[in-house]
Every structure is written in C-alpha cells, then in structure tokens.
C-alpha cells in the first residue's frame, strides 16, 4: 500500500480539490482506499477532508501544524502530493519533500522544475483532467514497481543547503551588518512569511543585526479579508511609509530588504527610503507582479509583454467587467511600483532563473542587475 503524504494549503488555487475528486474516484465502488493519505494543512477545504477522514480509515487528517510535526510521518511516506497547475516561483514544498527522502508528484515546470522526476511529471501522465493523472499515476505506482527515480537528489540537497544559502549571503551582502527585511506581512501564517522569519534567523546566526518591518495578520477568515483589501490600502499607504521611515531613522540599517510590498504596503515604503542611504533590495516571490491572477497562471507564455494596461489585462481572458475593474487597479498599482523599483532598487533577487527574463521585460530592469538567489531547505 501506498503512504502519501500532503502539507499545504487546501485551497482550489492549490488543486486541493483534484486531491478530493481522485480519493472520490477510488472509493467509488465502496472498497477501502489503496493508499493511506496524511494531509496538513487548513482553510477552505477542511470540511471536506474531514468528512472523507470519516469514511475511509485511511485518510487521516491533521489540520495545521509546523514542520517538526509533519516530520514525524515523512519516514513512514512515500511520496508527497503537489498537484497545483500553478507556475510556482519556487519549489519550497518538493524540496522540502526530497529533503525529507520523498519525492514529489506534480507538475515540473517554473520554480519546481527541478524537484519533479519526469516519471512523476503530472504534465505528462494520462488523463485529460487532474484527477484523472493523480488517478492513473497512483494507481500506476500501486501496482506497478516502475518508478526508480532518476534525480540527483543529492547534489540538490547540497545546492540549496543552508549552508550554501550562508555563502551565497556572506558573497551577496559582503560586510554590511545592519540589516532591515520589509515585507507586508511578518508572523508565520503562510510559506512566504515563514520563508522571511527562516531567513531572519539564519542571518542573526551569522551574526548580522536584524530587525523586521510589516504587519501581524491575524489567522482564518479576517485574515483572508485583510490581505484582499490590502491591494486597496497598497495605492497609497501614507501610515505605513511613515512607520517605515521612523523606523530607518531609528536603526539605520546598512541594507533594506524588500520581500513583499504588493498586498498591502504598496509603492510607498520604497518611495519613503530615498531618504536613506542603505542598498535596497527587492526579492520577487509572487508572480502577482506581473500577471493579474497568479493563482490562474499556469505557463509563462500567459505573460504578455510588454507590461501595459492591454496587454495586463487580456492576459487573464476575461469579459467580467468587476474582474477588469479589479485588474486595470492592480495594474496602475504595479505601475506605481515599478517606477519606484526602477529609481530605488539597486539589485532584484529572484529564486528562479526562469524568473529572470520576466522580471527584465516586465520592468526595464537591466540584466546585470537581476541576480538568481534560491530559496532554501526549511528544516
């Protein structure tokens, strides 16, 4: 029997739903399940894998939980469960996977290209919907013993160690001590925010002087509003960027490091540090930069070029006139933000190098100033 293994969040823009429909399929007949499935996670789909841990024994779910939990079940895993048509711009979750000796089923394209073996490869499995391929693969993988794994897992781990992610720091910020990390949101409630605090603490480890610039946002429901309303707040967030700047005159950090400004600090707070003489940086996570609706893009020929209004918003091919409002917003947001990345920003980290050529034609941005900086094992 198969033990799968699933920690991410139950969402649609995630496919947690194909996840669902596929388990649906295989009990169908009113057999027990193949496989055992372990899902962590929380949000929008939690009632109905509840229910379905209720009628079949070996659907266990677990809710939200941190990674020192989830690790208790990876030994006994074999393999993890990414089935998100998404373009990610990195593969956190299939790393951390493989760091944990399981590999990944989903999609090897963008940013998890290189954590997905081809035999997993949902693009090129069997079915014309997704749990149609999760279907046909683990059912495959059930019965047949032909997966042998063809990547070099160890040289990724060693790649993207925390100890390569130390030299790749030490190289990147040289001997600037004083370090300040922006970012909408600061306490651990989704991979981004946890990804910042991760990176937070390994620099204070090194012995750099950090402190972090955002919001608390609260969990569940109320927190879901604040992020939609805060691409509203993000045009012109005056409390912020003054927040932001007693608190540069205060610490007078060396390097000011941008992680996330979309969903709620806006243009502003770059705005606001010409005042200052620390290097900025920006560092893209969210594609949202440059497509209207992340969680619908799915290949990179969706980005059109370059980055005007038209373009912006024939990309997500749509007639809804709420939806085109709600776009040519965004847009004349990005707008605002790409003036002040060009005028503010002296080097733009991405994780991905696929992401590199989007974010120069996007934005004017010239090559040289456009550095590939990964992500890193969360342990």
Known sequence: MLWLLYFWRLEKEKWFDAIIEMILRFGEDGDELPFELFVFGAWSYEKEIQELAHRYKTIHFFGRQDLETIRRYTSNCNFLLMPSTCLESFGLIALTGLARGLPTIGF????????????????????QTLPEKLFYLIHRLGQEDFFTGSLPVSDILKEYSNENRKANIAYQIGEKKRILIVSDFTNRIWWLETYINDAKDILISMGYEVEMFGVRIP????????????????????????????KIKKIKPEIIWYHSILRYLGRLPLRISKWSKAEKRMMYHDLGYFFPYPSKLQNEAQIRYPLTLKNFISSAQTKNPIKILAMTGKYFLLQLIKKQLQKRIKLHLVPS??????????????DEKIVVFPHFIQE
């Open 353 to 366: 190098a696929f992401m590199k050529p989007i974010v120069h034609r996007s934005y004017d941005i010239a």
């Open 108 to 127: 090897a394209k963008g940013g998890t290209a290189p954590f997905i073996d081809p035999a997993l490869d949902l693009g090129k499995t069997n079915g």
């Open 219 to 246: 969990k569940g429901f109320r927190g879901k509003i604040i992020k939609y309303l805060g691409f509203v707040t993000a045009i012109f967030n005056i409390i912020a960027s003054i927040k932001l700047r007693i």
